[in-house]
């Protein structure tokens, strides 16, 4: 249970830092939340519970596809925000091609013997 917490508070800090400095320093909130920070915690959670290094093989290939189909939503949202669209619309549409993405993403690598 004791780990759970750490675990608990150590991400939710991560992004509590990312929120605070962004208020100030927008471009350096932006680099921290780029980096692989939840993914590197979240693979050595794995490591640290289950040793298991297939999986964490798995874990981080899975992210690499993953990513790639989550990157043009920061390029919608600020094209819209600096249309006038509101925030809830601009993050609304990001989320969506998001999806979209996600979805042709999988359908692609399964083309290629890639079943994420």
Not at 19 to 39: D, H, M, N, W
Not at 59 to 81: N, Q
């Amino acid at each position: 249970m004791v780990w759970y917490i750490i675990k608990l508070i150590l991400t939710a800090g991560i992004i509590v830092i990312i929120s605070e400095v962004s208020k100030r320093l927008p471009l350096l909130g932006s680099l921290i939340a780029s980096l692989p920070l939840i993914s590197v915690l979240g693979m050595i959670w794995m490591y640290g519970e289950t040793k298991d290094l297939i999986r964490i093989a798995d874990h981080a290939e899975g992210t690499f596809w993953y990513v790639l189909p989550s990157l043009p939503m920061f390029l919608l949202m600020p094209f819209l925000l600096r249309k006038g669209i509101s925030f809830p619309a601009a993050l609304s549409a990001g989320i969506a091609l998001t999806g979209v993405l996600y979805f042709l993403m999988t359908k692609v690598l399964a083309k290629f013997g890639m079943n994420l």
